[in-house]
């Protein structure tokens, strides 16, 4: 299946979760993750349940600390 992340196309494999494909991306620390998907703010408590599908689109913002 085919979807977007931050505006580029990605190929993935069937029956991926939003949990999976976080951890396949290898983000450092899902605590400072926010993930939109088609348009809503995906609740955390879903993740690993919502099933992607053909034609998602996804944008995920890392959170940076600083001063």
Known sequence: MEITINGEKRVLAD?????ELLVELGLPDLRRV??????????????????LTDG???????FVGGG
Do not use: K
Request: charged share 25%.
């Open 34 to 51: 926010a993930v939109e998907h088609n348009g809503n703010l995906a609740p955390r408590e879903q993740w690993s349940t919502l099933r």
């Open 15 to 19: 029956q991926v979760t939003l949990a």
């Open 56 to 62: 998602d689109r996804l944008e995920i913002v890392h």
